[in-house]
């Protein structure tokens, strides 16, 4: 018990650290609480943030604030439109051929199991291939329910879409636009002596700024590598496949396998086990291979390197906490926790020097 109370007095002894971390669990606990209605303010708010290195990058080449931010603004509304209206319709075209073609591709695949005890008779039983041949039934049922309930609930989807076309579009403009004076409001209620927070957030804005930079531009090439190589393989469905490829790393370990398998299985119904599907098998591999030992590296070489235990564990709590926004900053949100552990130390040293 002494020895507890020893580390509480030693660790909270600085009220710069207190603070921070009360402030820190009013943050968890707000975002964790209050996340779906406040989903819209703080999407704007994160996405403003990402934006303001261009709006800073323009304003160190002498341009003044408003104008750079209209510049920012009008380039983000223009990115988000030829998304919405280029890439999003070709996407949903390739769904649903995929969802056209899917009966087709489960009676092959039945057909391939069914010949297992044949080729491999010491190894499968009829029984055991039955017994497959059943869960996959029940499970593609389970996932037309849940594409039912999907269609059922699009009202609301519709509606929550339109919210946040309205207002998300204006949030990021106005927390651009007045990010001094915002920031000065949220200052008056921290202390005068704010050593240790500012040493923080200097840490975690770096790493988050090199971070976001990075995976957006790995994103980028390793979408338009798989897109160009899928196209040139003549596989199905290559723009569906590479946009899926291209956002898998935004999960690291874990993205790179769960893609594989509909990649991989998209081309066996195509070609069968040909020269073609090994192809495909070959390059998808180097692709792989490629982003996790050349281009992460070379784009991630300022960013903290987290351990993959780390990592593992920040997609599953956040992701657990957040959904999809908690797997996509999970990173992010690691090196937050990563710079107050790295931080936290140096101060109580120096505390009790």
């Known amino acids: 018990m002494q020895l507890i109370t ?25 975002v964790i609480t209050m996340g779906h209605m406040l989903a819209p303010v703080l999407a704007s708010g994160v996405i403003a943030y990402l934006l303001e290195g261009l709006v800073a990058m323009l304003e160190r080449r002498g341009a003044p604030r408003l104008l750079s931010v209209v510049i920012v603004f009008v380039a983000f509304l223009v990115f988000v439109s030829l998304v ?30 069914m010949a297992l005890p044949e080729r491999y008779p010491g ?16 499970e593609i049922a389970t996932y037309g329910q849940d594409v039912l309930s999907l269609s059922l609930a699009s009202v609301v989807g519709i509606i929550t879409i339109v919210v946040y076309v309205v207002l998300m579009p204006l949030l990021i403009f106005f927390f651009l636009k007045d990010k001094g004076p915002i920031l000065g409001w949220a200052g008056q209620f921290l202390p005068r002596d704010s050593g240790f927070a500012v040493q923080v957030w200097g840490e975690v804005d770096r790493q988050i700024a090199n971070y976001v930079r990075g995976k957006f531009w790995e994103i980028i090439v390793v979408w338009a590598v798989s897109f160009a190589t899928f196209s040139l393989l003549g596989l199905y469905y290559a723009m569906l496949l590479a946009v899926a490829v291209g956002l898998s790393v ?32 070959v390059a998808y591999l180097i692709i792989q291979a490629l982003d996790g030992n050349v ?36 990173i992010p ?8 552990l790295r931080a936290w130390p140096n101060r109580t040293a120096q505390d009790a020097a």
């Open 250 to 281: 935004i999960i690291p370990y874990i993205g790179a396998t769960l893609v594989t398998v509909p990649v991989l299985l998209v081309g066996w119904f195509q070609w069968g086990w040909g020269p073609d599907f090994v192809w495909l098998a």
């Open 6 to 30: 020893d580390w509480f007095r030693r660790t909270f002894a600085d009220p710069q650290v207190v603070f921070f971390t009360l402030l820190m669990v009013v943050g968890f606990a707000v």
């Open 295 to 330: 281009l992460v590296p070379l784009l991630f070489s300022e960013v903290v390197n987290l351990h993959p235990v780390a990592i593992i564990v920040a997609i599953l709590v956040f992701g657990g906490f957040w959904g999809f926004w908690g797997v996509f900053f999970a």
């Open 333 to 340: 949100l690691a090196t937050l926790v990563n710079a107050v």
């Open 84 to 113: 919405t209206f280029g890439l999003i319709p070709l996407l949903s075209r390739q769904i649903t051929q995929l969802v056209q073609q899917l009966p087709n591709m489960i009676t092959a695949g039945q057909h391939a199991l």
């Open 123 to 138: 190894i499968f039983s009829p029984a055991q291939v039955q017994e497959i041949s059943d869960a996959i039934r029940r």
